[in-house]
């Protein structure tokens, strides 16, 4: 099932499914989308998406594709590399990402793989970690590469956490969909360039492992949502450097998904 998260003609935020595969309307969802709820006949108009949920945390990882790593010069992790991202960075399919006015030139997309979980969880092993997932979306952990690297001495946290760093969309795909999420094809496309194009096989650390590592002692509740890395191909490491900057598109692509589309404006 496809599930999205939006504002409708009325002014109301809703979820809906797309059961009928209408993509400027979804049949509203009624109940606890992680508890008990069920798909109405009532359908409603999309007149902006949000994020799929509302993250109650955004974790996110670094380093966790092999190529990716290879293209930094950086060695294999022996764990998982885990950040946080700010909810408030979270924005929806066709929001803008904006160029912070506080001053980032350096502005980078990152293609990734989003975890919703479904369940509250702590120290959960990895044969039963997929149980907690309500299911998938595309993400774009976008990347002020002046603030991660030099003005904040790598701490990631700010400069991956400015307002609408944190596009997330277009919905919500349940995890009958996607049984197996090792194996789907991702890409990056600015202006109609694919800059990323690349398979969730690269991970060095797969969905299970991710999960039941960062549920250790922490507790993940429902609504969290989780990157889970970026493959080859990020702006910083070509020569010369590809950043984002203001009229560009920005889509992200993963198989079984969809296409997650955001354009660039200045603050």
Same mark, same amino acid.
């Given at each position: 099932m496809k599930i999205v998260r939006f504002i409708s003609e009325e002014n109301q935020t809703l979820y809906g499914a797309f059961v009928n595969e209408t993509p400027d309307q979804a049949q509203i969802i009624r109940g606890d989308l992680f508890g008990s709820f069920e798909i109405t006949d009532k359908l409603a108009k999309i007149q902006r998406f949000l994020? $799929?949920?509302a993250p109650v945390n @955004?974790? &996110? /990882?670094? /380093? !966790?594709?092999?190529?990716h790593a290879d293209e %930094? !010069?950086?060695a294999y992790p022996d764990i998982p590399v885990i950040f946080i991202k700010a909810t408030t960075s979270a924005i929806g399919h066709m929001s803008p990402i904006l160029l912070p006015a506080a001053g980032p030139e350096q502005v980078d997309y990152? &293609?990734? /793989? &989003? @975890?919703?979980i479904g369940k509250r969880v702590k120290n959960i092993s990895p044969s039963e970690a997929m149980k907690c997932i309500l299911g998938y979306t595309c993400a774009n952990d976008v990347s002020a590469r002046d603030w991660q690297i030099e003005k904040q001495k790598k701490q990631w946290a700010r400069g991956k956490s400015f307002d609408t760093f944190c596009p997330l969309g277009p919905y919500l795909v349940t995890c009958d969909e996607i049984p197996t999420p090792q194996n789907l094809h991702i890409r990056t496309i600015v202006n109609g360039n694919i800059l990323q194009d690349s398979n969730t096989a690269d991970m060095i650390f797969d969905v299970p492992h991710i999960v039941s590592d960062l549920s250790k002692s922490l507790t *993940? *509740? $429902?609504? %969290?949502?989780? /990157?889970t890395g970026t493959p080859e191909g990020v702006g910083f490491t070509r020569t010369p450097p590809v950043f984002l900057h203001e009229g560009d598109t920005v889509t992200i692509e993963i198989e079984k998904i969809g296409q997650l589309t955001n354009t660039v404006r200045r603050e």
């Open positions: 994020p $799929p949920v @955004i974790f &996110a /990882l670094g /380093l !966790n594709y092999r190529k %930094t !010069n950086m990152e &293609a990734e /793989l &989003a @975890i919703i *993940l *509740l $429902p609504g %969290t949502v989780i /990157l």
